[in-house]
């Protein structure tokens, strides 16, 4: 029986679980909120009333006022509410502001329409225009693809824009849509993938199109400094790629509890109706029953069941809501078992059999390439294996260009690698520097980093890694020739910040490749990187430019798009 390991309260908050298999936030407030929110005009139409129920009317507007959050910048429902205003066009986003009704839903709770979609967000819903005679207004609703005319039930409204739950889809796109291309029973429900209809050349254009707009969006950068956004590159798996989910389940509620002492307390090995163990469903805060996930690995699906078994015989002694991690590992006793006289292959099969860690404290152990990387459970690592290959040859060849943009003599012999982790591009690419070094927060992360250098026979001294502020990194490579290094930038979501960058712009090293799980926070970096050396150097002397931009398919099935831009000082 697998154990359920060292589990704790969800949601999770490593800063990578914004990713996929994840909870979505919940925005704003239901349709029912919406009322006017002029506390003037309230306690005027309501001439008779008594001052105190004006007060208290007053005082309650004034609460629904106050609910009307606007989007932390950067985040995913700032980058919806772009696409709403670019759906609805900056005239009528305009007019709707100086009238003061954006927020007045033309739509009641659980309203049902009729909607024709016209594009994808950048987030991979359905964003259609309400029809006639509604007032211009968006509908935002899942798992629709442009063209299609599809029946939704609204279930909360925003900005602009209402959010609905997709009843039916009434006619298809069928150059887009294949319902046979679905590999997973809950797809349509789950929150976890957006795309699994879609072919997987559709799903790479639809990614380089949120990297085009991230830019356009985000950077406050001319078109003239955006180059073209190449192809997003693949990954080789497309299915069964996903090495760590997080499947959670909430503790036994009280009236099931006292259902239970009202039984005599008897124990039972089915799984009670209440008990969800899986994903967030879409558009709900509830957890939906989940019992394989085709996108994660196969050692994950099969671990899956008996770990579900041991939640639902020890339901009852849960307090709180946990998250399970299941992390997909090379089985280190069975590459331990082979003495080195055995020969390579029989090292290759051992490396191929897998296990599951549950336990946030194990170590895991991956390998990439030839190399080998272990950290922690808890740790963050890139979750597709498959793709880290073609990731850190792309970041090499971005570093050492056979193009006549860095001839042989002028190659970068320095690599700084800003938010290392584990140590992934350090050790990746160490063998084509003479200096490493690596910076990161997590301490653990970094004694990993260390471990891995040894691990893999890197010469002592040329890897350093050091746990800190990214920011701090280039206090302590003040002696690497900025011209023959190559920083490369790979921060959690919120991306990079000011204090790093400002350093980075003193420091004025040839080549800087930034990895980003959000284009968005990464495109707003790159305007401030390129700005700030427009203003440090005015028109003369070397600058950066973005010379190329692309995605990466990280995920599979899902609207999730990693993005990679190469900045050259020339
Ligand atoms: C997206 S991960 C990249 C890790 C590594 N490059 C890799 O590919 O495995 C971002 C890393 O940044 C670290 N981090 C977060 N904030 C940081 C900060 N202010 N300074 C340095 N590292 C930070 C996180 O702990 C995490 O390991």
Not at 131 to 147: C, D, E, M, R, T
Not at 220 to 238: D, G, K, M, W, Y
Not at 400 to 417: G, K, Q, W
Not at 431 to 454: M, Q, R, Y
């Amino acid at each position: 029986m697998a154990e359920v390991g060292q589990v704790r309260s969800h949601p999770p908050s490593d800063q990578e679980d914004s990713l996929p298999v994840e909870k979505r936030p919940r925005l704003e407030f239901p349709t029912t909120d919406v009322a006017g929110e002029d506390g003037t005009q309230a306690a005027t139409s309501n001439g008779h009333g008594s001052s105190r129920k004006q007060a208290k009317k007053l005082a309650r507007k004034d609460k629904k006022k106050q609910k009307h959050i606007l989007p932390e910048p950067y985040s995913s429902d700032d980058v919806l509410w772009r696409d709403v205003m670019a759906l609805l066009g900056q005239d009528v986003v305009n007019h709707a502001l100086e009238e003061g009704s954006e927020w007045d839903s033309p739509f009641e709770f659980k309203q049902e329409l009729e909607v024709e979609v016209s594009k994808l967000s950048s987030n991979g819903d359905a964003l259609a225009l309400a029809p006639a005679p509604h007032p211009p207004w968006v509908i935002v609703a899942p798992f629709a693809l442009p063209g299609e005319k599809i029946s939704v039930r609204v279930y909360r409204s925003s900005r602009l824009h209402s959010f609905a739950d997709l009843l039916s889809v009434d006619t298809p796109n069928l150059t887009l849509r294949d319902p046979t291309r679905v590999r997973c029973k809950y797809f349509g429900k789950c929150s976890g993938c957006q795309y699994q209809m879609l072919s997987y050349e559709s799903q790479l254009d639809i990614k380089r199109n949120v990297v085009i707009k991230a830019y356009q969006n985000f950077s406050s950068l001319p078109e003239s400094s955006i180059p073209s956004v190449l192809p997003t590159i693949a990954s080789p798996l497309q299915y069964n790629y996903r090495t760590k989910i997080t499947p959670h389940f909430e503790a036994p509620p009280k009236r099931a509890k006292k259902a239970r002492e009202a039984e005599g307390f008897a124990d039972s090995d089915t799984k009670p109706d209440w008990l969800n163990i899986g994903f967030n469903q879409i558009g709900k805060r509830s957890v939906m029953d989940i019992e394989e996930c085709p996108i994660a690995t196969p050692v994950l699906n099969e671990a899956l069941g008996p770990i579900r078994e041991n939640v639902i015989n020890n339901i009852w002694s849960y307090k709180k809501g946990v998250s399970l991690l299941l992390r997909d590992s090379i089985d280190a006793s069975a590459t331990e078992a082979v003495s080195p006289s055995e020969a390579l292959d029989t090292l290759s099969a051992a490396l191929e059999k897998h296990v599951c860690i549950t336990d946030h404290k194990s170590t895991v152990r991956e390998r990439v390439g030839d190399k080998i990387f272990e950290f922690p459970g808890h740790s963050f690592f890139q979750n597709n294996n498959s793709v880290l290959v073609p990731l850190t040859d792309y970041v090499r060849d971005a570093i050492f260009p056979s193009s006549p943009a860095l001839s042989p003599e002028d190659h970068p012999t320095h690599l700084v690698d800003a938010y290392c982790g584990s140590g992934l591009f350090s050790i990746m690419l160490s063998p084509h520097f003479s200096t490493v070094a690596g910076i990161e927060l997590s301490s653990d992360s970094i004694k990993f980093a260390t471990h891995n250098a040894l691990l893999n026979d890197l010469p002592a001294g040329k890897c350093t890694f050091r746990a800190g502020d990214a920011a701090n990194i280039f206090s302590v490579v003040g002696d690497f020739p900025p011209e023959r290094t190559a920083l490369i930038i790979d921060p959690p979501r919120k991306g990079t910040d000011e204090k790093f960058i400002e350093q980075l712009l003193a420091f004025r090293c040839k080549t800087v490749v930034y990895v980003s799980c959000n284009v968005h926070t990464q495109a707003r970096d790159i305007g401030m990187i390129l700005e700030g050396m427009q203003k440090k150097e005015g028109e003369g002397g070397k600058k950066y430019v973005l010379e190329s931009l692309r995605g990466f398919d990280l995920f599979p099935q899902t609207a999730h798009v990693e993005s990679v831009a190469v900045l050259r000082l020339v």
